[in-house]
């Protein structure tokens, strides 16, 4: 159950992601609307799969995510205080991408166009965020659009892993 009502208005929060945002030893801030920064992301470097630190900017760890390696497609999870809080997968899909997303928050499900960055993240029919490429003129940053505040972290962390799951070479069919 959600604790807080859904922002409307000028009080959605909307953040900047780079595009790719993984490589080795891979570090970036994410700005919010105001192009302030809010949010640190940084790689383990020399580690087998992919693990990123979601941070605010005191260093503090927010969510840790973490591939799971011999899988058949790319699986994440994604930790809360050193607990699991979700599991992401790609499904077997022919004509796009198709992810199972579940755990303690609620199972959440992924619609739109994901390969021009323009999906919703829902949960249970109702859009908890929506991610746009469209907001930006520069082609290696998108948008996130956030509509429950006490899910903000999580949505970000889900948003990059299904960056990472798209985009990263080692993870394509």
């Not at 082609?139 to 505040?149: A, M, P, R, W």
């Amino acid at each position: 159950m959600l604790t807080s009502k859904k922002f409307f208005g000028g009080n959605i929060m909307r953040f900047q992601i780079r595009e790719k945002v993984f490589s080795i030893g891979d570090k970036f801030t994410i700005k919010d609307q105001f192009g302030e920064d809010r949010y640190f992301v940084r790689g383990k470097v020399f580690s087998l799969g992919n693990k990123l630190y979601l941070e605010d900017m005191q260093g503090n760890e927010l969510i840790y995510i973490e591939q799971k390696l011999l899988r058949l497609l790319p699986e994440y999870i994604l930790y809360k205080n050193n607990k699991p809080i979700a599991k992401v997968k790609r499904k077997i899909s022919f004509l796009r991408p198709k992810f199972e997303i579940e755990g303690e928050l609620g199972n959440f499900a992924i619609s739109g166009n994901y390969m021009a960055h323009e999906f919703s993240i829902l949960r249970e029919g109702t859009t908890m965020a929506k991610v746009s490429k469209k907001w930006f003129a520069f082609s290696d940053i998108y948008g996130l659009e956030v509509y429950y505040d006490e899910l903000t972290e999580f949505l970000i962390a889900l948003t990059i892993v299904i960056d990472q799951v798209l985009y990263d070479k080692s993870n394509r069919d």
